[in-house]
């Protein structure tokens, strides 16, 4: 009698020693070099450490031996699957002190590439997150294909397919190419929706998916608040913080889209919310071109004229550069003293530069507050009690970034 | 009955999964056929530097202002400018495994000399073969034209430096010759 009463609960009945198991540093789905020390009991976590710092490069200290405008070059490093957001960071903290205005030109162009750079951050997070979860067979492609042509869209622009160095002190590096808006639009306007409901047919519905994702890594709003998650993976958990509602920088005020939020906070929101981006993103980026103060870049010189003569000019003449006045000559640029915090909402969360100018041209202190440093807090707390399998899922599903970490 | 749903919705998602994937094979590839096929690049592409030299006249752009030297985040260039005539550069070496392809050198260049080319083929065996010095640097005048065009930079107009140029050669061309010895002094008359 006793004896089947204890098979019922094996913990008792099989007296198990706890197992200490290191997962990575060189673990290929921790995206980049995590560690992390997992304190097993049977399947089961009990207990979960994150070592981080392997990808440490001093992005800081870097930043302070190196004048504002070889820095600007650097920092798109910072967390390379988002670098027009990272620049945007920077850029605006060093303007916050300088006190240069912006075109608005500019800004439109500066929202344009930071949304299609989410939009690559997020594809390629859904292709890992599947690869994660065990779809080895060919998902991944599907993502990489579509991140592929917007990349080729952000070298045509930019110069390189990841490094951007577009976002420029007091604007951006050059003019929209000729037929560049057209062809972005049209792309995600007839291409990229039907890929997204691609993407949608194979996962989200799928019986496997569902048992892996859901119920998974549910995440309390008040621990998330407490510390400091941002992004997708805050608003799955029924919070709706984004900064470019919350504090609208740059142009987001004069754009209208929606922010997508869930309140059931386990793996399958935090993957719907992104989806869900996925779609808002592509749509924003439309309006936003239509929005571009100017027009198309073929017509520019042609609308110029009509847009800035007259007696109620739409657009001042100095809205329709690219890059402020005198600024796209990048030697001997100071700024300060002063202190400036500026945030963006980056596809991880909120990403913030903290500049202190000393009044030279050389930084005299920068801080970064990265997104994933928070969200990888989170983590021990999100996979105790989870079996082995569930870890890599919990941990892709929170998006985090290895360099944004370590910095 | 719940049961029954569940298996016939998971069945049916299934099926709408795969038949979406199998969609895809009697289309083309989409990956680059890259050795056979060289992928498009853009004017504003940032690949391995060089040096132009004047498409129409053939002589070499820099003008050994180290505005490049100066600027870039990595400090991979060198330059040496010709201590013989001022204005002229004697030797550059560009460190291609330390630089980053960030860029600014080639915007605050002022003749447009240092550019980045479309070429990303630069693998060597060694780290040093990776520091080219001005011989392999220098474009040939027809590849000078052709990134001038292709990138739509502003030629280089020569007549207008020229014409002065060969007064003020001549002018101080007779000088080196008698007096190169109190070099110090004539530079400052
Ligand atoms: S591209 Fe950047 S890193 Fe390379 S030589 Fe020019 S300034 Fe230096
Ligand atoms: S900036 Fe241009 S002209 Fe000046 S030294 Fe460098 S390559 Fe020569």
Request: proline share 6%; hydrophobic share 35%; with cysteine.
């Amino acid at each position: 009698m006793s004896i089947v009463k204890d098979i019922g609960h094996t913990e008792k009945a099989f007296k198990t020693d706890e197992m200490i198991i290191n997962m990575g540093p060189q673990h290929p789905s921790t995206h980049g070099v995590l560690r992390l020390i997992l304190t097993l009991n049977g399947e089961i976590v009990k207990n979960c450490e994150p070592v981080i710092g392997y990808l440490h490069r001093g992005m800081e200290w870097l930043g302070q031996n190196r004048t504002y405008v070889q820095y600007q070059a650097l920092v798109d490093r910072v967390d390379y699957l988002a670098g027009m957001s990272d620049s945007h960071a920077y850029i605006m903290a060093v303007e916050k002190i300088a006190g240069i205005q912006v075109p608005l030109r500019a800004e439109y162009i500066r929202v344009i590439c930071t949304e299609l750079n989410r939009i690559i951050s997020h594809l390629l997070w859904l292709g890992i997150f599947m690869l994660d979860l065990g779809a080895m067979f060919g998902f991944p492609f599907y993502t990489f294909r579509d991140r592929e042509t917007i990349l080729s869209f952000l070298e045509e622009v930019s110069g390189q397919r990841m490094m951007f160095n577009y976002i420029r002190i007091g604007g951006v590096f050059k003019d929209l190419p000729k037929g560049w808006t057209k062809k972005v639009k049209k792309w995600l306007t007839t291409e990229f929706v039907n890929y997204i409901d691609e993407y949608e047919a194979i996962a989200t519905k799928n019986p496997i998916f569902l048992v892996r994702t859901q119920g998974i890594g549910y995440l309390d709003p008040k621990l998330a608040l407490n510390r400091g998650v941002t992004g997708p993976s805050l608003r799955a958990s029924g919070i709706n913080i984004d900064l470019r509602k919350y504090k609208p920088y740059s142009v987001y005020d004069k754009l209208n889209f929606n922010i997508p939020t869930s309140t059931v906070g386990d793996t399958n929101a935090r993957y719907q919310c992104r989806i869900q981006e996925l779609r808002e993103t592509a749509k924003l980026v439309v309006e936003a071109i239509d929005k571009l103060p100017g027009g198309d870049t073929e017509d520019l010189e042609k609308n110029r004229a009509e847009l800035t003569s007259g007696e109620n000019p739409t657009y001042k003449a100095e809205d329709l550069m690219f890059i402020a006045k005198g600024k796209n000559v990048p030697m001997g640029f100071k700024c300060g003293p002063g202190e400036a915090y500026a945030a963006v909402e980056s596809p991880r969360g909120q990403l913030g530069v903290h500049l202190i100018a000393d009044g030279t041209s050389v930084p005299y202190r920068i801080k970064w507050r990265s997104p994933s440093y928070n969200n990888t807090s989170i983590l021990p707390d999100l996979i105790k009690g989870h079996p082995v399998s569930d870890v890599v899922a919990i941990f892709s599903s929170l998006d985090v970034i290895l360099p944004d970490v370590d910095r | 009955m719940n049961l029954l749903t569940k298996t016939i919705d998971g069945c049916y998602n299934i099926f709408r999964g795969l038949f979406t994937v199998f969609k895809h094979i009697a289309r083309n590839p989409i990956t680059s056929a890259y050795p056979d096929v060289v992928p498009e690049l853009y004017p504003q592409t940032r690949h391995r530097l060089a040096l132009t030299v004047n498409p129409d006249t053939g002589e070499h752009l820099c003008i050994a202002c180290k505005q490049c030297e100066r600027i870039c985040p990595d400090t991979c260039i060198t330059v040496i400018g010709d201590p013989e005539k001022k204005g002229t550069i004697k030797d550059f070496y560009l460190d291609h495994g330390l630089c980053m392809f960030c860029g600014l050198c080639t915007e605050v260049c002022p003749t447009n000399c240092i550019i980045n080319t479309v070429d990303f083929e630069m693998s060597e065996y060694t780290r040093e073969d990776l520091i080219y010095d001005i011989d392999r640097l220098t474009l040939t005048q027809e590849q000078s034209r052709f990134y001038f065009d292709f990138k739509e930079m502003p030629k280089p107009r020569p007549k207008p430096e020229k014409k002065p140029a060969p007064v003020q050669t001549q002018t101080e061309a007779p000088k080196p010759q008698p007096a190169a010895s109190a070099r110090g002094g004539e530079k400052k008359s």
